[in-house]
């Protein structure tokens, strides 16, 4: 059996990486959602569990003491993780692991697995970009701002160390990319014993 591999999404705020991941999860059901452990609380009516695991910042730390986590970051004053024990078991089982997390994260990730799969996700203006974060009317002036000031930080720092870049100006479109690029990756690392098998009966 094909072991999986972890699919790492990344991008600035307000890009669209959240809904982007969703679509994928969506039009692949054989993907799994990495649910990382954060310190910050709920936001509308995300569910414990779901959108994420959320914990106290004691927690957290007992956690890092542990060992308990592949990767965890400190994001605008919050801490986030994701587990290493629930991640080997899935790559395991043959499953592609989708990772939506930041770039400090995605080193992270291709550190501990050389296999992963890096995506930065792009908008395709940072004068767009802005437009997408004041139209959400939940930021202050200077919280866009700061945020802005993150997203050309964390723009540059994608540009430089992913894999694959993929400009988010039609959801579809961004979308087939990153079916394109999931499809490629199962493709070069298909099975081939399992293959050999089932043409010639025999281990290849």
Partial sequence: MRRGFPLVLSAASGTGKTTL??????A???LVLSISTTTRAPRG???????YHFVDVPTFQGMIARGAFLEHAHVHGHFYGSS??????????GHDVVFDIDVQGGRQIKAAYPEAQTVFILPPTLDELEQRLRRRATDAD?????RLAAARAEIAAGMADYDYLVVNEALDRALGDLLAIL???????ADRQEISARLFGCPG
């Fill in 183 to 189: 499809r490629s990756q199962r493709i070069s690392r």
């Fill in 28 to 30: 692949d059901p054989a």
């Fill in 45 to 51: 009516a995300e569910r414990d569990g779901v959108e």
């Fill in 21 to 26: 991941s969703r679509m994928l999860l969506d």
């Fill in 142 to 146: 200077e919280v866009i701002e700061r």
């Fill in 84 to 93: 290493r024990q629930w991640t080997d078991a899935q790559l395991a089982a």
